[in-house]
């Protein structure tokens, strides 16, 4: 944002002087060089900073340490999220997403609430939120809302038609489906497999998408099944 307004603030000085001595066909390529020019510095330096700035981030998250990580998102946020379109809705999209997969879901949801549109992940987890408080209709309106957006994101679909399935609508989810299919083909043969299973009165399974699928916490993974059994073990001691 602030990038922005610099750019178009500087060609309009240019464009200013150009225009008083020269006049406006004169002004106007030099003006729209200086914008261009501008925006494009501004935004390489500000991508060396959050390059920068996020710096140990992903070895944070690997190690486990999230509480560490979103306190850095929270820092650059902070400095940065002012200075570019859509960086501030990014990055609560980040933050809520680290939450969500704490199993901190209410904490998470206002920042997923924030999240940037084409944020799908954390869209969808905010819609898994309310699949949580057993509220259908803003499933339903928060998966349609997001795939207006992204269309061709297989595990969206099929997130959407499982949580529609669980709530015993067969034939809305092999509608789901059949939309998700129409956008994608054969490129997600999941997705293709699943909606087979519907239409044959099978069960949707969803673990082939592996740790795409285990981050939204609907099922656990075999690692986080036993380390959820060793906390227990531990406890009971």
């Not at 709530?167 to 497999?193: E, M, V």
């Amino acid at each position: 944002m602030f990038t922005t307004l610099i750019s178009f603030a500087v060609a309009a000085v240019v464009f200013g002087l150009i225009n008083f001595f020269f006049g406006v066909i004169g002004a106007v390529v030099p003006s729209l060089i200086a914008l261009i020019a501008v925006f494009f510095l501004i935004s390489r330096s500000l991508g060396k900073k959050l390059e920068h700035a996020m710096k140990g981030l992903q070895a944070d998250l690997m190690k486990g340490q999230s509480d560490k990580a979103i306190i850095t998102l929270k820092n650059i946020q902070s400095r940065y999220g002012h200075w570019q379109f859509f960086l501030k809705s990014t990055i609560d999209g980040q933050i809520g997403s680290i939450y969500y997969m704490k199993g901190q879901f209410q904490i998470a949801k206002p920042f997923l609430e924030r999240a940037f549109v084409r944020h799908w992940v954390a869209k969808a987890m905010l819609a898994l939120v309310y699949y949580r408080e057993k509220k259908m209709d803003k499933v339903n309106e928060g998966f349609r809302d997001t795939t207006k957006h992204v269309k061709k994101a297989g595990l969206l679909w099929s997130l959407w038609a499982y949580c529609v399935w669980r709530n015993g609508d067969i034939q809305k989810a092999i509608s789901i489906l059949n939309q998700g299919k129409n956008y994608l083909g054969d490129k997600d043969p999941h997705l293709a497999q699943n909606l087979l299973s519907l239409q044959n009165d099978k069960k949707m399974k969803m673990k082939a998408y592996g740790e795409q699928w285990y981050q939204f916490q609907l099922e656990f993974s075999p690692a986080q099944t036993q380390a959820r059994q060793g906390r227990v073990r531990f406890q009971n001691r």
